[in-house]
């Protein structure tokens, strides 16, 4: 079965201190990794995706993310936070032969100035 | 380019009663997803359209059903509302073929609530 985790609800940063949002995964096959975030009363917006290549991904908003095949990881990081990167972050995957996007649960991530 | 939109934003309703909520891709994307999000389930997957065609189904009654028109236009409907349909209903499209490797951008989404 495909799945994606998300180990933390929550993940609390000082201002321009790096913050990093785990993820993990678990599927059959190649993995196509994305990340999206949330503002309260909004849909998501796209960041960033892994397909094949570099395992370092650059997005939206200053955000990277590192594929790491071996640990099957895809955990967000960004050097210097932001109060307004304050949001709920979600991490999703899918597999050529399954076409469906698997989400995880969400990490609101606050980041305090 | 306008990107997804979604109608209504907020709807009230009571149980039993039916629903339908609509989404319009960006222009140009043929497929569009459902999605159900709530505090205790997070995102769920209800379903994916393509070409007018149901492609992909999630584990949600059969109370919950959709369609798609030829412009890419999609409905969902949900029939004998309950409690826990209360929800962010959040549509999203996507430009190829379904191909695993799309992005999908997402509608703000529409808020049901359940009385």
């Given amino acids: 079965a495909q799945?994606?985790?998300q180990p933390e609800d929550q993940v609390n940063v000082a201002e321009g201190n790096p913050l990093t949002v785990k993820?993990?995964?678990?599927?059959?096959?190649n993995p196509y990794l994305f990340w999206y975030v949330q503002y309260p009363n909004r849909g998501l917006q796209f960041l960033l995706k892994y397909i094949t290549g570099d395992n370092l991904?650059?997005?939206?908003?200053?955000?990277?993310?590192?594929?790491?095949k071996s640990q099957?990881?895809?955990h967000l990081k960004k050097p210097s936070a932001l109060v307004s990167d304050s949001a709920l972050y979600f991490c999703a995957v899918r597999t050529y032969n399954f076409n469906k996007f698997y989400f995880g649960s969400g990490t609101k991530l606050n980041v305090k100035p | 380019k306008a990107g997804v939109t979604q109608t209504p934003r907020y709807l009230i309703k009571t149980r039993g009663q039916q629903?339908?909520?609509s989404c319009s891709p960006i222009s140009g994307h043929r497929s569009v997803s459902w999605y159900q999000q709530t505090p205790g389930q997070g995102l769920q997957f209800?379903?994916?359209y393509f070409s007018e065609t149901q492609r992909n189904k999630g584990n949600f009654p059969g109370r919950f059903s959709g369609r798609q028109f030829s412009n890419s236009r999609s409905e969902m409907n949900v029939s004998t509302l309950e409690l826990g349909d209360s929800a962010l209903y959040l549509c999203a499209s996507s430009l190829a073929e379904g191909a695993s490797t799309d992005t999908q951008y997402f509608g703000p989404g529409t808020r049901l609530t359940v009385l």
């Fill in chain 1, 3 to 5: 799945s994606v985790a």
């Fill in chain 1, 23 to 29: 993820c993990t995964y678990s599927v059959s096959g």
């Fill in chain 1, 57 to 68: 991904v650059k997005g939206s908003y200053g955000f990277e993310a590192e594929f790491n």
């Fill in chain 1, 72 to 74: 099957t990881s895809f």
């Fill in chain 2, 19 to 21: 629903v339908t909520l």
């Fill in chain 2, 46 to 48: 209800l379903f994916e």
